[in-house]
């Protein structure tokens, strides 16, 4: 067995706790599952009235040696380890059958919580919005049809859809386009004099995150969310050597194949020289990607880079998909009939996303960060009529305030956690954990996040141990902060909400994941009996 040691004035293993846990369990018949009272789901979103587990500390009198001393012990000795001397802790972990505190530390101090702020936002959406919610785009026609020609524009009118990715459509993105392209052959359209134009502005101001950092916008975590999004903000750049020594590389964009423009200056240089390292970077302008650099003869890379205006993407996107299925798109000219400029519009088609519940796992598992910003802003703007930033975070904090969560517990700022403005206490997300487990939702918010050892971020954790195929958690992470929380089940059935934040540690990340995982494999094999809650017995 694999031992994880925690350095502290004495040292405490893995296999050690778990033969000590196992030897007590043995002296006791397990106890049946706890289950909960069955609640009848409904496809209108409710208001859970504010109501956690008692969190209680520790009795002043716990029998001891009892599982629950046992834990504290190994939680007390490993945050007092030098290692963590600069680090910072917040532990919670909760019974909740019993309303029982197993450990609790710095449960009210305020934390970055990195991405376990999609804890909140997925809570949010699906309180604002239901899990059936789709997001519909329309797509108008403005002038009028002569022949097989349409004089005039296409407009498309976004509110947000996040699904329109190679990820979430099955590795083609331009698939979620199928529908505008029948209903133009329906109407007998093979030409278009005029252009695809966006409609609308429903997400008013930035198109980042408040408080992200400035050098994070071209990297695909960092990408830029508007109205319309594409592929999630990413483009992949695939470059190949030139055919001879000094001569330009070939660039080849996806998914969009022309957009954004392209200014070539790198070239190729012979096999076993040094050059200029290859890069991709914005111009000035913020319109035009420049490569530079060299690369080897023979050689190939592959580049990312953000979309820097989202829904120009998705419109560049849309109108190549439209010319690949054989309709012509010409700019208008001065001679062009006079009545394309007439503002009559027509409703070709709406297309439709899937339903909220599909799209949250798609967030969950990987941490996808542009589409906890549309959920952020759609939260915004379906509780308000305003997708700004700030009425998203106006309509969250009054959501997570329903639910006993305040202003002194938990500053909201974005969706995704990626703003180092977001904080967040234990507690706080405890209590958001305790009420998606009394919600008609529960299963579609807990299913959504990664399991332990099987998917998502944490697919390669805890592995060989009981938490894996059990534990449901979201991790966090930027730098200096690393965050798990979710749901564990015990041996014996029993469910426990747990919250894990540290920040401001300097030890690599996967020394703060070995203390997580550890504390949420011993839940996982613990049983109740044993003692975890003084007023059980």
Partial sequence: MRRWRIMSAGFVTYGALLLLTACRTAQHAA????????????????????????????????????????????????????MWSNARWGVLIV???????????????????????????????????????????????????????????????????????????GGHATSAFAPIVSALSKRGITRIVGSVRTFGDVFTGATTGFGWAVDDGDDAYGAAIDELLYNDGLLTLRVNAGAQVGSAVRVTRAPTAAYPPLVIRA????????GERLRAMYDSTATAIEITGTMPAGDSAKLTLAYRHPNDAYRAALRETIVASGVRIQAATNDAPARMRETLTDTLVVLESPPLREVLPRMQKPSQNQIAEML???????????????????????????????????????????????????????????????????SIYRDALPLAGVDGTIAHRMKGTAAAGNVHAKTGTVDKARSLSGYVTTADGHLLLFSMLCNNFTVPNREVERLQDLLVSTLAALRIADGIGARDR
């Fill in 31 to 82: 106890i049946g599952p706890h289950v909960s009272e069955p609640v009848t789901p409904t496809m209108t979103p409710v208001v859970l009235p504010p109501r956690s587990p008692l969190l209680t500390m520790p009795a002043a009198a716990v029998p001891a040696p009892t599982a629950r001393a046992i834990l504290q012990h190994l939680a007390d000795s490993a945050f007092a380890a030098p």
């Fill in 95 to 169: 019974d909740v059958a019993s309303g029982d505190t197993i450990i609790a530390h710095d449960i009210d101090k305020l934390f970055m919580p990195a991405s376990n702020q999609k804890l909140l936002t997925a809570a949010i959406a699906l309180q604002q919005l239901g899990p059936e919610y789709r997001w519909r785009t329309p797509l108008l026609l403005r002038g009028f049809q002569r022949g097989a020609t349409w004089y005039g524009d296409l407009l498309v009118v976004g509110t947000g859809d996040p699904s329109v990715s190679d990820t979430s459509r």
């Fill in 267 to 274: 070239t190729t240089r012979g096999v076993g020289t040094v």
């Fill in 376 to 442: 952020f802003r759609t939260s915004g703007w379906i509780g308000s009529r305003d997708g700004s930033a700030d009425s998203a975070r106006a309509v969250g904090a009054r959501t997570l305030a329903l639910w006993g969560v305040t202003n002194a517990d938990a500053a909201y700022r974005d969706g995704s956690g990626l703003s180092r403005h977001d904080y967040v206490t234990p507690r706080a997300i405890v209590r958001v954990l305790d009420t998606m487990r009394r919600s008609p939702w529960f």
